[in-house]
Protein backbone atom coordinates (compact mmCIF):
# COMPACT_ATOMS: atom_id res chain seq x y z
CA UNK A 1 0.00 0.00 0.00
CA UNK A 2 1.35 3.32 -1.04
CA UNK A 3 2.38 6.29 1.29
CA UNK A 4 -1.05 8.91 0.73
CA UNK A 5 -1.73 12.61 1.93
CA UNK A 6 -5.51 12.33 1.35
CA UNK A 7 -8.72 9.48 1.69
CA UNK A 8 -11.72 9.82 0.05
CA UNK A 9 -14.61 7.10 1.40
CA UNK A 10 -17.08 6.43 -1.69
CA UNK A 11 -18.23 3.17 -0.02
CA UNK A 12 -21.98 2.75 -0.77
CA UNK A 13 -22.04 5.77 -3.19
CA UNK A 14 -23.29 4.74 -6.73
CA UNK A 15 -22.21 5.75 -10.14
CA UNK A 16 -21.62 8.56 -11.05
CA UNK A 17 -20.76 9.74 -7.19
CA UNK A 18 -17.31 8.38 -6.58
CA UNK A 19 -15.75 9.30 -10.07
CA UNK A 20 -17.03 12.77 -9.75
CA UNK A 21 -15.90 12.84 -5.87
CA UNK A 22 -12.07 11.55 -6.87
CA UNK A 23 -11.99 14.56 -9.77
CA UNK A 24 -13.07 16.79 -7.36
CA UNK A 25 -10.45 15.88 -4.56
CA UNK A 26 -7.32 15.74 -7.30
CA UNK A 27 -8.25 19.36 -8.78
CA UNK A 28 -7.61 20.48 -4.77
CA UNK A 29 -4.85 18.46 -4.37
CA UNK A 30 -0.98 19.60 -4.72
CA UNK A 31 1.59 17.68 -7.69
CA UNK A 32 2.98 15.21 -6.09
CA UNK A 33 0.77 13.99 -3.38
CA UNK A 34 -1.26 10.72 -3.27
CA UNK A 35 -5.47 10.33 -2.76
CA UNK A 36 -6.56 6.69 -2.05
CA UNK A 37 -10.05 6.06 -3.05
CA UNK A 38 -12.00 3.31 -1.59
CA UNK A 39 -15.30 2.72 -3.71
CA UNK A 40 -17.42 -0.45 -3.36
CA UNK A 41 -19.44 0.15 -6.82
CA UNK A 42 -17.75 -2.19 -9.48
CA UNK A 43 -18.72 0.99 -12.00
CA UNK A 44 -15.92 2.40 -10.38
CA UNK A 45 -13.00 0.52 -11.71
CA UNK A 46 -13.99 1.48 -15.14
CA UNK A 47 -14.98 5.48 -14.35
CA UNK A 48 -11.95 5.96 -13.07
CA UNK A 49 -10.04 4.18 -15.69
CA UNK A 50 -11.71 6.86 -18.01
CA UNK A 51 -11.23 9.89 -15.70
CA UNK A 52 -7.58 9.36 -15.28
CA UNK A 53 -7.58 8.94 -19.02
CA UNK A 54 -8.72 12.22 -19.17
CA UNK A 55 -6.20 14.34 -17.02
CA UNK A 56 -2.67 13.70 -16.46
CA UNK A 57 -3.02 12.51 -12.44
CA UNK A 58 -1.57 8.86 -12.37
CA UNK A 59 -2.83 5.59 -11.13
CA UNK A 60 -0.01 4.38 -9.34
CA UNK A 61 -1.86 1.24 -7.77
CA UNK A 62 -5.04 -0.44 -7.57
CA UNK A 63 -6.47 -3.72 -5.83
CA UNK A 64 -10.00 -4.98 -5.03
CA UNK A 65 -10.88 -7.28 -2.28
CA UNK A 66 -13.90 -7.96 -0.01
CA UNK A 67 -16.55 -5.82 -2.52
CA UNK A 68 -14.17 -3.09 -1.82
CA UNK A 69 -12.65 -1.66 -4.72
CA UNK A 70 -8.89 0.58 -3.47
CA UNK A 71 -7.01 3.32 -5.98
CA UNK A 72 -4.26 4.88 -5.26
CA UNK A 73 -3.55 8.23 -7.47
CA UNK A 74 -0.46 10.50 -8.08
CA UNK A 75 -1.58 13.98 -8.47
CA UNK A 76 0.46 15.26 -11.03
Given at each position: ?PEF??????????????????????????????????????????????????????????????GEY???????
Open positions: MQKELDAKDMSCPVPVMKTKKMLRDMPIGDVLHVVATDPASVEDINILLESVDDELIESSASNHFYIKKS
